[in-house]
């Protein structure tokens, strides 16, 4: 899984939408969160896929960035949970659209 995970990276500005889409197996019953700040990247992901992205966050061969989440509708898909908005924590759940490029 980790091929394709790249494999569609490499194309720049990738969701979570396009991931799930396109890589086999990269849908689950897990959910990518940064708890400190209540914040939730995305859901319905496979643990295996997750882990594959920290590593290769890690290792700095892929970068993680915001971007509006408009793009997510655009792709297809979206969390009901309401944005992020600016570097703050949350009581409630809120969700931090993001996108995957090659370092």
């Not at 091929?3 to 990276?9: F, H, N, P, Q, V």
């Not at 396009?18 to 969160?33: A, H, N």
């Not at 939730?40 to 915001?66: R, T």
């Given at each position: 899984?980790?091929?394709?995970?790249?494999?569609?990276?490499?194309?720049?500005?990738?969701?979570?939408?396009?991931?799930?889409?396109?890589?086999?197996?990269?849908?689950?019953?897990?959910?990518?969160?940064?708890?400190?700040?209540n914040w939730v990247l995305w859901s319905d992901i496979s643990q295996e896929a997750a882990g594959?992205?920290?590593?290769?966050?890690?290792?700095?061969?892929?970068?993680?960035?915001?971007?509006?989440?408009?793009?997510?509708?655009?792709?297809?898909?979206?969390?009901?949970?309401?944005?992020?908005?600016?570097?703050?924590?949350?009581?409630?759940?809120?969700?931090?659209?993001?996108?995957?490029?090659?370092?």
């Amino acid at each position: 899984m980790k091929k394709e995970i790249l494999d569609c990276i490499s194309r720049g500005g990738v969701s979570f939408v396009e991931l799930s889409r396109e890589v086999p197996g990269f849908r689950g019953d897990c959910q990518i969160r940064l708890p400190e700040k209540n914040w939730v990247l995305w859901s319905d992901i496979s643990q295996e896929a997750a882990g594959i992205l920290k590593e290769l966050l890690d290792d700095n061969l892929i970068v993680q960035k915001p971007c509006d989440p408009l793009l997510y509708v655009c792709d297809g898909g979206w969390l009901p949970l309401p944005p992020v908005k600016g570097n703050r924590s949350y009581k409630r759940p809120h969700w931090l659209p993001v996108v995957y490029s090659l370092a």
